[in-house]
């Protein structure tokens, strides 16, 4: 960590860049923010931890617009986020000097299950260690950091920056999962499972729209969600039509752009494994129009926006069974 | 003080549920939330905070107003129907009961709102004392004892017995109603469990956050502030703090065209989005500092300017754990503590 | 607020037979808006027309709903109406109640009730329609031709001779392409340069075109009627205006052994050259990467032996800029590298050429003055094998899918003409199937059997195995006889699949003309506008649409022409306002809907915009309305809603949907 | 054959202007009869159709929504259909992996000189949603009393 504000603070003493887009200490371990620091001072509260699990690549849409270049911290994840962007020229990559983190596996603080946590101990990097000491009110725990992790890091895309300017740290590979197991568990429900367990999940949904507002695809200037263009204006479910309508149509504009970044199902205040959308359509995408990883280079062609003269027909839908 | 053991609380909740719709933190897909009783619920009473909070059962997310029809080439008003049968709901927090005195403070003033105030004379509200408080919890900074909660009736879980005890009339005509099964308490081993829960809530780390600074005033001295302009940059606008918010209390008004006709509809709003307060001319809250401050210079000084000095946060919390960018109250009356303004 | 006029048509009894139009009236009158509604026998006729400007000027109608047959029929005749009584002629709709209601149900009930439904749906559109204006744009009467083989030559001289000045670029030193490399022609077997010379000089000689020879589009912009267009006009070094075409800079050039382009690399030719013989211009070029002077600086032989002075060593290469109405893409073909296929011991063996090569052999300009000779040893071949479909129908990846449609009629020609010059000279033709169709073409294939014994055998080669004796073992099947053959050969002549000229994504990126998944260009329609291109003003000429021969390729380049003219001879454009339209205030500048455009109508402004007071520079897409034609295909690209049709609105089409759901 | 004669459902059918529309023309022309319970949307291209207009149908309350377009290849704009295919064919796969019966949404390519195809298809499909019965699914029940 020590690493990353050194080299923060020489870029910004050096008048290289402007500014530095990090993460700031909050007031435990777990409640670290995305932040921008301006000054050589204001990084004694910059921090780089287990908990550092914001994908910072959107927050850079606004920073290409200001003066100067940003100095942002990507992990390997993030970086294919950043890509996408530049690819949507959303984001400029000349007003970016990009440092690549290591990245041991990002940690859920609601994955720790114990009341009263006041400190967690081993989050830290780059000494991640393997078992966690919780400190709670009501007594010290021991857990796993593999147990601790977010979801997306069991099925990391791997630990290789996509792009950057300069690396700093180690990572660990942390995948141990299949990507796809759990959507192709869903696949071999029956309908009325199918539609009874999205109808349990998404009838918890409040639409608050954090998993749209953290989304680096979901860039829009003015969501359709909250325009008239369709008439589709939409602030609150009435009934859960309305949230399938607006998680359909989410997980479809994002489809071919979402680089599973895995942040909706992150931030999700009521736990929707919102991830589960975006890799239906992945999983159908590598399979039916060939491997696709969104942001893996920048001005490649999605598969929405691309075709090929003997794509399936429809019916493969009905066909597959 | 009654009481009844905790395995005979299936019992109770039907035997409320006779007379009454009943209300209680329920487990669903792995999240807890307010929701109607059934016989196959999931009751969970150990989880502290439900995600959203029990806000809900009086001023719904989404509630129709009133449908409109063509008829014979006239136009049919037909007005929602008003709550009007007695429900319980049960298992509220000391803090999210404050949380809806502050609802009343503004939906009961005049003009009242009719939808609420309908819902609140027929609400029966059962709280419960926090057993395990969380680190996240701040209530005693807005005076809040968790270990005695407001109530028609208020409860306790001590051991394997949840003690009962009835403060109002609402609240004994209830406890009539199910009185066969309660059996009589000693309120010593209640004095016992909430010592522990004070004590508890004396070392969490935001117990003793000072609001100096804050109420009336702060409108004027804090509005100009550029803290403002360091705190919100995390922030992504989107709701998730006012939505689990128990006070937040702005809405918007919409109409739904089912083909047939409309149906005017409100459903919560949130002071983060940005088509908040949208007119016809613009917006007049045009970035997302401003809507930031809005958010917070409500609940810790728009609000006590209007009602006599009471903040419009009850320290529950939810924010804290929820934010995805872990920006929240705390933080923000924090960041102002700390330089002394 | 609309106020609508709903007019129901009974078309005599095709439709009030089926459907109870005075219940689709009444009903019509409950709707929200319609102001009006009455039904009549025939609404086409101009009484029916007449009762539309009625109900105009006297009930004030802003929108129009016709209750009738299709819209492809009759949805121009009511516009025209409205328009004519004062009415924008996008603000009527049809509601096709006849062939999607009266024709095909027999219940009068629920017909009825059906083209209610019909009905109810057209006026909740014309509720959201918009006044829309053709809009006009001009026409630069120019035309450009890139390429100058037969195809181009042609168009362009069709479109002269209608009285329009045309260019054609040429990317090598003279025009005259494939053609000017042929020896003789099929079925006719008259000598290519022949016939095609004459059309040179006429192309050369007209009034009306300008020939820029060695010379590149570098890149277009612009749409129909108004194409700008960079060319680079290579550097020659030769000045164009001074050289006489006298030749003796090429006699006396030193450098001798670059591999002749023309001769398909058989023989060598100077660094001053000039193609071949006929070449148009008869002005030579130097090719600087062999050039002695280029590359040491020291010789100039030839600026000293040119008496007119033409050579000029310090020629830059020159970009010049042109304003043209139509684009004709006329770029040809080459042959596929064979280097996937090994087995043929092309490039093992001298004697082991392509078809394009044994047209150069058999020339009398050609490296062996015409004599067919063995380029090993210069003997006479006594056994010639000739391989048909080599990477023509191929199912791997090695070759090309399709047939390349000329290689039968040319093999049987090459056939015909070595046995009629060398009678001594057995011909073999290993074949998969012999395709002749065409004028006199299926005679001329009889003719090399019969009258000139060719040996057709229909059976693949497997390898082609070169000899110690310089001979060639051809190992190959017999289909038919179903046995294995081994033939002793002198030379082997593969019948080479054609591609388009492998420049083809520049241009076609440059004209965002697409092209299908083996580089041809993509037609318009492949069967109704076979000569356009979908991009609007550009047009297709030649085998770069697809596999064809000389005659057609006329055929087509005239076809093409005609286009152009008919493009050419309007002073004005007008353009469909049915097009996409991008709202900039939702408008993210991601380019998404660039990438689906088929017309390349999508581009990207940095505009300062006010956003509700928020005033900010953002990349924003603008549609030219002149190149869109209105598929709708960016507008389900877009997330945000931004991109929109105009006339088939996201909120037409929803309201519609609602109509007939409610 | 029905086996539910008394549910009329609501039908949608999204027909390119070009072939399919055409083709429809043509049913109707040829008197080749299909179920009054199609109701034609015209739009230029499969490729203007908004996976929103489909959902937003079944909002409303329609129980089965078709799709047609010129055959892959033939498109008008030359490339609209390959984009609406591969849109529709993730659509329906989303639809189908959240439980909605997969019969209900169909895609058929249909020039112009089709009405036989036309009518066969809308038949069919007609008979397929009968069988399927009301979508109750993805249908929002406001739209419904």
Redesign the interface.
Known sequence: MQRLIDRAKALLESGEVARVLGW?K???V???????FASPEELSDFVYNGFCG?NLSK?MIEASKLEGKTLVFLKPCDTYSFNQLTTEHRVDRETAYIVGVGCKGKLKIENIDA????DVQGAGYPDASEILTVKT??GDKEVSYKDAMLERCHVCKGKEHMVYDELIGESVDTCDGDRFAEVAKIEAMSPEEKFAYFQ??L??C?????C???CPACSCR?CVF?SNKF?S?Q????ISFEEKMFHIIRAFHVAGRCTDCGECS??C????PLHLFNRKFIKDIDSLYGTWQAGAEVDARGPLTNFRTDDAEPSIVTKRG | MLKIKRSDLGTLFAKIAENNELYLPVK????T?FAAWDQDADVDLDT?KT??SPKDAFFP??E?LYSCD?EE?KIKITAEKLQDAPFVVFGIRACDVRGIAVLDKVFLSQPVDTYYAARREHGIIVSYACG????SCFCKVFGIDAAQPEGDVVTWMVGEDLYWDAKTEKGQKLTAQVAELLTEADAALVAAEQEKIRS?IE????SHLSLEGWGAEAAKTRFDSPIWEQLY??C?????C???CPTCQCY?I?D?????GV?R?R????CM???FT?MAH??NR??QMQRFRQRFLHKLAYYPANNDGMFSCVGCGRC?D?C?????I??VI?AFGKEGK | MQRIGVFVCHCGSNIAATVDVKKVVEMAL?E?GVVHAEDYPYMCSEAGQSRIGEAIAQKGLTGIVVCSCSPRMHEATFRKAAERYGLNPYMVEIANIREHCSWIHKDMAEATEKATILMRAAVAKVHLNAPLQAGESMVTKRALVIGGGIAGIQTAIDIADAGYKVDIVEKTPSIGGRMSQLDKTFPTLDCSACILTPKMVEAAAHENITIHTYSEVEKVSGFVGNFTVDIRKKARMVDIDKCTGCGVCQEKCPSKKTPNEFNRGLNNRSAIYTPFAQAIPNVPVIDTTACIKFKTGKCGVCQKVCQAGAIDYTQQDEIITENYGAIVVATGFDTIKLDKYGEYAYGQSKDVITSLELERVMNAAGPTKGHLERLSDGKAPKEIVFIQCVGSRCSDDRGKPYCSKICCMYTAKHAMLIRDKYPDTNVTVFYIDVRTPGKNFDEFYRRAVEDYGVNYIKGQVGKVIPQADGSLLVQGVDLLDQKQILKKADMVVLATAIEPNPDVRKIATMLTASIDTNNFLTEAHPKLRPVESPTAGVFLSGVRQGPKDIPETVAQAGAAAVKVIGLLAKDKLKTNPCTAKSDELLCNGCSQCANVCPYGAISYETKLIND???REDRRVAVVNSALCQGCGACTVTCPSGAMDLQGFSNRQILAEV??I?? | MSMNTEFRPTIVAFCCNWCSYAGADLAGSSRLAYPADVKIIRVPCSCRVNPMFILRAFE??ADGVILCGCHPGDCHYSTGNYYARRRMTLLFSMLDYLGVENGRTRVEWVSAAEGVKFSETMNSFVEKIRSLGPNVRLGDL??KD
Request: charged share 30%; aromatic share 8%; proline share 5%.
């Open positions: 700031r909050g007031e435990n777990w409640d670290v923010e995305p932040a921008f914001a927050y009341k009263g946590i006041l009110l009501y349990s999940e009838s918890k409040i639409r608050c729209n954090a749209r507002n953290v003015k909250d008439d204006a602030k609150a479910n009435t992150r931030v205040p009521q736990g929707i | 669903a897909a792995g999240k939330n502290l995600v959203k997310q989404s129709g063509r080439g395990a408080p969380e680190t508890i070392k969490l780390p935001n940059k995390p992504l606008a989107c709701g998730t006012t939505f689990v918007d919409k739904y065209d089912t083909g047939n149906k509809y459903c919560w709003d949130s989005y940005s088509d949208m613009g917006n045009t970035s804290v929820k995805p960018s872990h920006l929240n705390v933080k924090k | 409950k929200q509700h007071g928020i609602d109509a759901c409610r | 409303k309350g406001r739209c």
